[in-house]
Nanobody
Framework: QVQLVESGGGSVQAGGSLTPSCGASGGDFGSMGWFRQSPGKEREGVAAIRTDGILTYADSVRGRFTISQDKAKNTLTLQMNSLKPEDTAMYYC???????????????????????WGQGTQVTVSS
């Protein structure tokens, strides 16, 4: 099973940037993604990428966030720019063994049927 460890969250003011990353070890995976959850809300998909390079974003972050993957270092990164207070949440990295997973559906379901999850990294954006 893939082990995932997130880092790089933090606190910024609105308009600022953060770049959380996720280190993966212990197995192969076909897709990786970022999901977030804030108190009282359901987990939602943010961005995801497959090993074949296909990627997708939630409408709420498209144009502001960029997901990337360093296969040599087994690292997943989420560049977050123009942050808004509504981006405040615990951000989780997830992995799936499915190399042909529908990333749009995966984001829409909040990461259902993921094979591994990280422990999360907190992102707080103040106005």
């Amino acid at each position: 099973q893939v082990q995932l460890v997130e880092s790089g969250g933090g606190s910024v003011q609105a308009g600022g940037s953060l770049t959380p990353s996720c280190g993966a070890s212990g197995g192969d995976f076909g897709s990786m993604g970022w999901f977030r959850q804030s108190p009282g809300k359901e987990r939602e998909g943010v961005a995801a990428i497959r090993t074949d390079g296909i990627l997708t974003y939630a409408d709420s972050v498209r144009g502001r966030f960029t997901i990337s993957q360093d296969k040599a270092k087994n690292t997943l990164t989420l560049q977050m720019n123009s942050l808004k207070p509504e981006d405040t949440a615990m951000y989780y990295c997830a992995a799936s063994k499915d190399k042909k997973r529908s990333l749009t559906l995966w984001l829409r379901t909040g990461g259902d049927e993921s094979d591994s999850w990280g422990q999360g990294t907190q992102v707080t954006v103040s106005s």
